[in-house]
């Protein structure tokens, strides 16, 4: 047996006592121990994690001889718990870590006080990185700040915008919600709203089978127009560069006053056109 490593078992990330240990035999690998102990059946079981060498492995790389502790650790599954996995993960290797350390402290000589108080020092620094590389999840969504009915609203309701963002890739056939290419506005004619949004679909050549908006297709809406741009297309049905300003929607013009001025773009950057709508 190769006394020097060992694989960790952690069956509760939030109980660091509850680990099993197991010895290993000389050049065997991963997926070659998970085998003679039954790991596979564990590992479906549960949504397990492998950290080898301070990373986490996929299943494709469990082919490694083992020369160094391996740590198995089964994530808690269900709702929101106001902690990060990877965090847990990524202490579970530091501790690891600083029992690896243990061993060649003593053979160096140093007392057991002095490396208590380095393995503390350790542990205390890494765990403050840990939380700053890996942060804690927000607050749930009713913690956040109430927002208008969106009754007289006829912006999307399920479409994000994320601009500058990366641009998907769709594989397969899927029902997605693509994101805003561009932002969104409104204008008014004729005491009638309009709404202009232009989508992302994704890189590439996209098939559209069914556009709908929310359960009900678009054919079904005589008021809507679409249009489909290919890759290197222009949009033809509207403007797509428009820059909003809130600030200066919803006054009321009933007084005799003056309103404004208010900045209509950015210095540096020329428009072609500016609008406004009085109702």
Known sequence: MNDSFQVHWLNNPFDYSDVTHYPVAPNQTIQQWLDNNGGLERLN????????????????????????????????????????????????????????????WLKAGHSAYAIAGAQTAIMAGGAILINAVFPPPGLPNSAGSTQGSPTYSVSAQGNSARLRGPIPVNYGRMRIYPDFAANPYSEYESNEQYHYQLFCIGQGQNRLTNVRLDNTSIENFAEATLEIIPPMGTVTLFHTAVVLAPEAGGQDMTDPITLGPYTVNDSGTQISLTAHSVH
């Open 45 to 104: 079981q549960m949504p397990t994690v492998c950290v080898y060498k301070n990373r986490e492995l996929m299943r494709s790389e469990y082919d490694q001889i083992i020369e160094d502790h391996v740590c198995f650790i089964m994530m808690p599954t269900g709702g929101d718990s106001g902690s990060n996995p990877l965090a847990m993960v990524a202490m579970l290797a530091l501790t690891v870590y600083t029992g690896g350390l243990t061993s060649g």
